[in-house]
């Protein structure tokens, strides 16, 4: 009963590569939450998707953020151009159904050099 | 803006002895507050939740008590245990809107249990 899978565990990029995180979530479940932990800060919410859809993206930032469910495979958050303060522990999370409990995954630790 | 402010920063506390995690919020459309537990290398897990409906909430050695007046909610870790070392995390969210799903954490808790 594998939980929610994410790789790399850690990535290094330099300033202005791309950075893709992927997330596999839990058996049975549909909808993929991301968040993002800052140096001494609680995880904040980025992206709710479901499969194919993005329901709410109110905490991405509006550039060089994008995230998707597709119909088959991972979720994908990919990270254009990175910067410095892109440097964080970024954690996926999914559920059954909205609503549900959250079951997270180990997080990627993205440092940006 | 900080719409959940956990206190203290972190804690150490002897074994059998009682640890107290504190969290304020500011948002009162909030009505579902959860606690997680997070081990270093692994993501948060959910430990124990409550809705303002009650005012305290056991499971084990864990006790949620709520204030819905002072908005204030607080984790009780009885009889504390080494194993118990982790960071905590409270949170926030609207259960009975329709965006429930978007928790929002306060900072944090490093507890450390000593033998």
């Known amino acids: 009963n594998a939980g929610v899978m994410q790789n790399p565990r850690h990535l290094v990029r330099r300033r202005g590569q791309e950075a893709r995180l992927r997330c596999s979530p839990m058996k049975g479940h549909s909808h993929v939450y991301w968040y993002r932990q800052l140096p001494e800060e609680g995880l904040k919410f980025m992206v709710y998707l479901q499969k194919e859809n993005i329901i709410d993206e109110s905490g991405m930032p509006k550039e060089r953020f994008s995230a998707e469910f597709p119909k088959e495979g991972p979720s994908i958050l990919r990270i254009q151009q990175v910067v410095r303060g892109d440097s964080a522990a970024y954690f996926c999370?999914?559920?059954?159904?909205?609503?549900?409990?959250?079951?997270f995954g180990p997080g990627t630790r993205l440092t940006v050099l | 803006q900080q719409q959940v402010k956990q206190s203290p920063q972190s804690l150490i506390v002897q074994k059998g002895g009682i640890s107290i995690i504190n969290c304020a919020y500011e948002n009162t459309a909030f009505d579902y507050f959860p606690w997680y537990q997070q081990f270093p290398g692994k993501g948060p897990a959910l430990l124990i939740a409550i809705r303002p409906d009650v005012s305290e909430k056991k499971e084990g050695r864990f006790t949620i008590s709520f204030n819905k007046s002072a908005k204030q909610f607080s984790l009780h870790i009885m009889d504390s245990q080494p194993g118990d070392s982790a960071t905590y995390f409270c949170?926030?969210?609207?259960?009975?809107?329709?965006?429930?799903?978007?928790?929002?954490f306060g900072k944090g808790t490093l507890l450390t249990v000593n033998p």
């Open positions: 999370a999914s559920s059954a159904k909205t609503g549900l409990e959250q079951f």
């Open positions: 949170a926030a969210s609207i259960y009975s809107g329709g965006s429930n799903y978007k928790l929002t």
